[in-house]
């Protein structure tokens, strides 16, 4: 089987090493951006002669972003190559499109390597699929803002000393606001969500809140009080049903999920015959997402790769339903408005309040972010 690679950056680099040892694959092309690193025959600053090339069968993109990774997918899928992608972006924004594109042009669309890097998390959902209705997902699909977390909980690091050590780590992306704002673990859930449900989603319909504004003194709350914190995806369907957020959550500190340490990843799932299923594993890096890929190359090339279809018509609507932490930075008057009505207790935390609530949606929670996007406000629902 003849492959291209768009870009030669962490994770195609994985790939290209894994490859190495599998002669039966060839890697005849990789497209770069920048002359200087012109350092290899088979490399190539023009897509079109990756396009225009009828012996490359397979086309990987980790370029990142959402253009022009949309329109090299495209122009692949047109050109009747199957594409294989780790740009959880591009994919969150157009994944219907190019579920289309590929049936349209009879070749495989997979993407495995856009999230929980080496776990193999689709390609299960998939599986559990084909005899369970999966009903909910959850988990931790960022290494970034678990190593961040896990450092603060355990090593009592502060916020902005972690953040660095991880960029320093190369887990982070090149603008870490996707990390710690959740827009990176929103894809995630996007992609996980439409394959778990069979149905499509619309990535901008998912609240997000992030680990931003999270502080030393609520670890040091929620350790006292048996809780540990993690940035996590949930979605959940009910019938013709579905709901998805993201959002810190507050776990039991004997849970599963709260000790996932450092840059891991958890992806859990439901179904009604399996049950719980759990996946733990490297979130990130170039050998974990590369081996990612190269499953999914393998599955096509041996005719085992499944096909997306998004067969079903859902509604988002207001399914998932918490408690939650909500600590307000003083001189904020204005979170009654908002929060007034759900409120059980409330106490102090230095010179900040904390309000803990009754069973409320992510909506009304999320609304009082949105107001007051500014202010350091850090939220966690219980999970
Ligand atoms: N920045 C991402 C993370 C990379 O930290 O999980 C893998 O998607």
């Given at each position: 089987?003849?492959?291209?690679?768009?870009?030669?950056?962490?994770?195609?680099?994985?790939?290209?090493?894994?490859?190495?040892?599998?002669?039966?694959?060839?890697?005849?092309?990789?497209?770069?951006?920048?002359?200087?690193?012109?350092?290899?025959?088979?490399?190539?600053?023009?897509?079109?002669?990756?396009?225009?090339?009828?012996?490359?069968?397979?086309?990987?993109?980790?370029?990142?972003?959402?253009?022009?990774?949309?329109?090299?997918?495209?122009?692949?899928?047109?050109?009747?190559?199957?594409?294989?992608?780790?740009?959880k972006?591009?994919v969150a924004a157009?994944f219907?499109?190019?579920?289309?594109?590929?049936?349209?042009?009879?070749?495989?669309?997979?993407?495995?390597?856009?999230?929980?890097?080496?776990?193999?998390?689709?390609?299960?959902?998939?599986?559990?699929?084909?005899?369970?209705?999966?009903?909910?997902?959850?988990?931790?699909?960022?290494?970034?803002?678990?190593?961040?977390?896990?450092?603060?909980?355990?090593?009592?690091?502060?916020?902005?000393?972690?953040?660095?050590?991880?960029?320093?780590?190369?887990?982070?992306?090149?603008?870490?606001?996707?990390?710690?704002?959740?827009?990176?673990?929103r894809n995630k859930c996007a992609i996980s969500a439409a394959?778990?449900?069979?149905?499509?989603v619309d990535v901008?319909s998912i609240?997000?809140?992030?680990?931003?504004?999270?502080?030393?003194?609520?670890?040091?709350?929620?350790?006292?009080?048996?809780?540990?914190?993690?940035?996590?995806?949930?979605?959940?369907?009910?019938?013709?049903?579905?709901?998805a957020?993201?959002?810190?959550?507050?776990?039991?500190?004997?849970?599963?999920?709260?000790?996932?340490?450092?840059?891991?990843?958890?992806?859990?799932?439901?179904?009604?015959?399996?049950?719980?299923?759990?996946?733990?594993?490297?979130?990130?890096?170039?050998?974990?997402?590369?081996?990612?890929?190269?499953?999914?190359?393998?599955?096509?090339?041996?005719?085992?790769?499944?096909?997306?279809?998004?067969?079903?018509?859902?509604?988002?609507?207001?399914?998932?339903?918490?408690?939650?932490?909500?600590?307000?930075?003083?001189?904020?008057?204005?979170?009654?408005?908002?929060?007034?009505?759900?409120?059980?207790?409330?106490?102090?935390?230095?010179?900040?309040?904390?309000?803990?609530?009754?069973?409320?949606?992510?909506?009304?929670?999320?609304?009082?972010?949105?107001?007051?996007?500014?202010?350091?406000?850090?939220?966690?629902?219980?999970?």
């Open positions: 089987m003849n492959i291209a690679l768009l870009g030669f950056g962490v994770v195609c680099g994985g790939v290209y090493d894994i490859l190495k040892n599998m002669p039966e694959y060839n890697v005849k092309k990789i497209l770069i951006r920048n002359p200087a690193k012109l350092t290899m025959d088979c490399m190539t600053l023009d897509f079109a002669d990756i396009e225009n090339d009828s012996e490359i069968d397979l086309v990987v993109e980790a370029i990142g972003g959402l253009h022009p990774a949309r329109e090299y997918i495209l122009a692949a899928l047109n050109a009747k190559k199957h594409v294989v992608t780790a740009n972006a591009v157009y219907d499109e190019f579920v289309a594109a590929a049936k349209e042009n009879g070749v495989k669309f997979m993407v495995e390597a856009t999230s929980g890097g080496g776990i193999p998390w689709i390609k299960n959902l998939q599986r559990v699929g084909r005899i369970d209705k999966v009903t909910k997902l959850h988990g931790i699909m960022n290494g970034t803002s678990n190593f961040i977390l896990s450092a603060m909980t355990c090593e009592g690091k502060d916020f902005s000393d972690v953040l660095k050590t991880a960029q320093e780590l190369g887990y982070a992306e090149a603008d870490p606001s996707a990390d710690i704002d959740g827009d990176d673990v394959i778990a449900f069979d149905t499509k901008n609240m997000q809140a992030g680990i931003r504004h999270i502080t030393k003194a609520d670890i040091d709350w929620f350790k006292e009080n048996g809780l540990v914190c993690k940035l996590f995806a949930t979605a959940v369907c009910d019938k013709d049903n579905f709901d957020v993201v959002e810190p959550v507050l776990l039991g500190c004997d849970t599963v999920e709260a000790n996932v340490p450092k840059n891991y990843n958890i992806t859990c799932l439901y179904g009604e015959t399996i049950g719980e299923v759990k996946l733990y594993g490297q979130g990130a890096g170039g050998l974990p997402t590369g081996n990612a890929i190269v499953q999914d190359i393998i599955d096509i090339n041996t005719n085992n790769a499944f096909d997306i279809s998004f067969g079903k018509e859902m509604n988002k609507a207001e399914i998932i339903r918490g408690k939650y932490y909500i600590r307000i930075p003083a001189g904020l008057e204005n979170y009654t408005e908002f929060i007034g009505d759900i409120t059980e207790k409330t106490f102090t935390l230095g010179d900040d309040t904390v309000v803990v609530t009754t069973e409320t949606t992510p909506a009304k929670i999320h609304s009082l972010l949105d107001a007051n996007k500014d202010k350091a406000v850090f939220v966690a629902r219980y999970f």
